[in-house]
C-alpha cells in the first residue's frame, strides 16, 4: 500500500534567482510536498509521534525559501526535497516550486520545477 500525506500551496517569499531585481526584490514562491508515509500505525494507534508532522514539515520549506537566495529554483527544488527527507517516515518525496511571476517575456500562467527524491 503507498500512502502520502500531501501540503499544497505552501507561499513564501524568496530571493531566489538569477536577475539582480529577482535578488533585491523577491517574490512569491508556491511549494507543494507530497511525501510517500506509511500512515497506517499512526491510523492505528492514532498517534502523531508515528507520522510524518506536516506542521514541521511545511515550517522546514517556509524556512528554505526565505532563507539564503539560490539562482535557481531547480536548486530549490532539490535543497526542500533532501530536507523534507530527513523527516522520520518519509520514504519518498516530490516537490513541485511555483515561480508563477518569473520574469518571463512571454505570457504564461507559471513556471514549476518538480523533483522526486
Keep these: 500500500m503507498t500512502d502520502t500525506v500531501a501540503l499544497k500551496g505552501i507561499t513564501a517569499r524568496g530571493y531566489h534567482g538569477v536577475l539582480g531585481f529577482e535578488r533585491e526584490l523577491g517574490q512569491a514562491f508556491v511549494v507543494d510536498v507530497e511525501m510517500v508515509v ?44 533532501q530536507r523534507v527527507k530527513q523527516f522520520d517516515g518519509v520514504e519518498r518525496v516530490t516537490i513541485a516550486v ?11 500562467r507559471d513556471v514549476v520545477v518538480t523533483v522526486t527524491r
Design 38 to 81: 506509511d500512515v497506517g500505525p499512526a491510523a492505528e494507534a492514532d498517534d502523531l509521534r508515528l507520522t510524518v508532522d506536516y506542521g514541521a514539515v511545511a515550517t522546514a520549506v517556509v524556512e528554505i525559501v526565505t532563507g539564503p537566495p539560490f539562482d535557481l529554483i531547480e536548486t530549490l527544488a532539490v535543497r526542500i526535497a
Design 98 to 108: 511555483h515561480k508563477p511571476y518569473a520574469p518571463v517575456t512571454e505570457i504564461f
